[in-house]
């Protein structure tokens, strides 16, 4: 089973820029795709972005795409989410998840592992 630990949340102002990290603990790390989606108060949980095994094909959420870049480490067991432009509406938990399915959509009842979360909060 993987056990996925997120960081890097915090407080910034709008327009500001934080990145995400997320570690895995099983040395398979890559055999599984790996997405970010996060959560406000309220509001369902949304896909952001997703990459795939070895980190040539990524896919964002409309809302982020030109603001947030993922990428990830195999060799470090590590996947980022680089968030620049940071604006109110992106205030939220920000989970990590893995799956050894299909590769292709940003759907949380696809993914089988997840993270613990890390709140992000900006302000306007």
């Known amino acids: 089973q993987v056990q996925l630990v997120e960081s890097g949340g915090g407080s910034v102002q709008a327009g500001g820029s934080l990145r995400l990290s997320c570690t895995a603990s099983?040395?398979?790390?890559?055999?599984?795709?790996m997405g970010w989606f996060r959560q406000a108060p309220g509001k369902e949980r949304e896909g952001v972005a997703l990459?795939?095994?070895?980190?040539?094909?990524?896919a964002y959420a409309d809302s982020v795409k030109g603001r947030f870049t993922i990428s990830r480490d195999n060799a470090k067991n590590t996947l980022y989410l680089q968030m620049n432009s940071l604006k109110p509406e992106d205030t939220a938990m920000y989970y990590c998840?893995?799956?050894?399915?299909?590769?292709?959509?940003?759907?949380?009842?696809?993914?089988?592992?997840w993270g613990q979360g890390t709140q992000v909060t900006v302000s306007s």
């Open positions: 990459i795939n095994t070895n980190g040539d094909r990524t």
């Open positions: 998840a893995a799956t050894q399915r299909a590769c292709g959509f940003l759907l949380h009842r696809l993914f089988d592992y």
């Open positions: 099983r040395y398979t790390y890559s055999n599984y795709c």
